[in-house]
Every structure is written in structure tokens, then in C-alpha cells.
């Protein structure tokens, strides 16, 4: 049995303005519903090969039309299973092109450099120091410490060598963790810490602790929520610009710490190792 004869109305880019008019022409006027039914006929196929811009004679403002070229032909369903063992469609075969950009060179010229003067070889206690400015902090926190006592009418006074010694025996507490304050000072060889007990007593600890303070109650500036670390804050930024120049290019962290207490600074995020505290 023949083949159904398959009808191409096909436009190409050498294709005069004259003979797509005459085109036209041929074509029957229910065209349209006839293509409808084709479309929806399952023996038949469509296949687009390209769209090409033509500009017609004549057009009005000689607008550009895209015109698509396609080959509407019918199949029959022989010809559909033939098709299915392998023979050759007139399909466009697309294919995707990976486009590599060129890729943007930067030169990073590392700029910063440390600030810190040293006469002789720094120890690190040295360098952390210098760092921080430990010997402005130390009197600042005292100043404000005796205040805050003062202010409550404790008989309460304490100096710099013994602030420094109270920071550094936190320091060690963040390192060597136990579950109560009370046990640093334990007599139990395996609990206690003999080094902090050498230094201050549990009970002058517990004193301090009781009575440290950052900032004048009196004259802070109550609508500051971190108004009681404030001049910390300031005292940080100050003393870590001053050790060493920024550069141009910076990575900024962010880091969380935990509280739980009631404070309007705290937050939430649930993604985080640490959920409840303070951002910095």
C-alpha cells in the first residue's frame, strides 16, 4: 500500500515577498480549522525546522515578520511504526552548547599590617597585652567596679593587680570546665584547681563577681539595650584598630554567645549550634 501523500507548505529565508503572496492565495481559506484538526489527530506530526525574520514588500511601517518555517505533513500509522524500528524523522536534532565565560583575573594586594611595637621579643602574654589594651581596660572596669559598690553601700574596694588576677582565673575557668564555681576550689585532688586557689579565695571571688561593673548606672544611656557592656564594646573596637590596619578585602564572621537569661539583645535561630544569645 502507497503512502499517504504528505503536503509541505514550506517557507524559506530565498523565499520572495511574491511567492509567499501567491502562497496565500493557494491556501484555502478554513485552513486554520483544518490545521486544528490535523493538530489534533494522533497520525499526524508536525516538525519545525527553523524561524525566519522576513521583511514583505509592502508591509505596513515594513515591519519585520516572523514567519516560522515548518513541514505539516500527515503520517500514517505504517509509517509511524516504521518510524518506531528506526527510520529517519525529519526532526531538528537540538543540541545544548555549554558556553564558558572567560574567567575574571583579580589581583588581592594584602594591605594590613600589624601596628604593635615591641622592644625586645614579645611573650604572648605580651602580645595580648598590647592587643587589648589591657592596662586601660583594667582601670576602667575597677574605676566603675568600686562606683557600682559605692553606689550600693558595700564596703567594697579592689585594685588593678587584683582584676587582672580575677580575668585571668576566668580565663582558665573557660578552659578547665566544671559543673559548679564551688568545685574550682575543692580539696579533692582530682576536682579542684590548686593554681586558682593559690591566687584568691573563693569567698573574695564570689565578692568581686558580686560587685563588677562596666558602666555608671547613673549616667548611662537607658535607651541603649547594650548600654551595662557599651563601654567594652567601644573599648574593644578602639584597641583592635589600633593593633593592626585594615585591608581592603576583610572576611566577617559571625559568632554566637550563649544566654539564656532575660535580656531584649537575645535571639533565636534554630540553625545554630548555639540557639539562644547574643549575636555578635
Not at 493538530?39 to 525574520?53: G, R
Request: charged share 30%.
Amino acid at each position: 500500500m502507497d503512502n499517504p501523500r504528505k503536503e509541505y507548505y514550506k517557507i524559506t529565508e530565498n523565499t520572495t515577498s511574491n511567492e509567499i503572496y501567491a502562497l496565500l492565495d493557494e491556501v484555502d481559506s478554513d485552513l486554520d480549522e483544518d490545521l486544528e484538526n490535523e493538530m489534533n489527530d494522533s497520525d499526524t506530526e508536525f516538525f519545525v525546522e527553523e524561524d525566519i525574520d522576513l521583511r514583505l514588500e509592502g508591509a505596513t511601517g515594513g515591519s519585520n515578520i516572523l514567519i516560522p518555517t515548518a513541514n505539516i505533513h500527515k503520517v500514517s500509522a505504517a509509517d509511524n511504526n516504521e518510524s518506531r524500528t528506526g527510520s529517519k524523522k525529519e526532526t531538528t536534532d537540538w543540541k545544548w552548547t555549554r558556553v564558558i565565560k572567560p574567567s575574571r583575573k583579580m589581583e588581592c594586594k594584602l594591605q594590613k599590617h600589624v601596628l604593635l611595637q615591641f622592644n625586645i621579643d614579645p611573650t604572648p602574654y605580651d602580645v595580648y597585652e598590647k592587643a587589648i589594651d589591657l592596662n586601660k581596660l583594667v582601670a576602667h572596669i575597677v574605676s566603675e567596679t568600686n562606683i557600682y559598690a559605692t553606689q550600693k553601700g558595700r564596703n567594697f574596694v579592689t585594685n588593678d593587680a587584683e582584676m587582672k588576677a580575677f580575668l585571668g582565673m576566668n580565663s582558665i575557668m573557660s578552659i578547665n570546665k566544671l559543673p559548679t564555681m564551688e568545685q574550682y576550689w575543692s580539696t579533692d585532688r582530682f576536682i579542684g584547681n590548686q593554681a586558682l586557689r593559690d591566687v584568691m579565695t573563693k569567698s573574695r571571688f564570689k565578692e568581686i563577681l558580686q560587685n563588677i561593673h562596666f558602666s555608671n548606672n547613673d549616667t548611662v544611656d537607658k535607651v541603649d539595650k547594650g548600654n551595662k557592656v557599651r563601654p567594652l564594646i567601644n573599648h574593644f573596637n578602639e584597641a583592635f584598630q589600633s593593633a593592626m590596619s585594615n585591608s581592603s578585602m576583610q572576611s566577617i564572621d559571625e559568632h554566637m554567645i550563649k544566654f539564656k537569661g532575660r535580656s531584649q539583645m537575645k535571639q533565636y535561630i534554630k540553625s545554630k549550634p548555639i540557639k539562644w544569645g547574643f549575636k555578635f
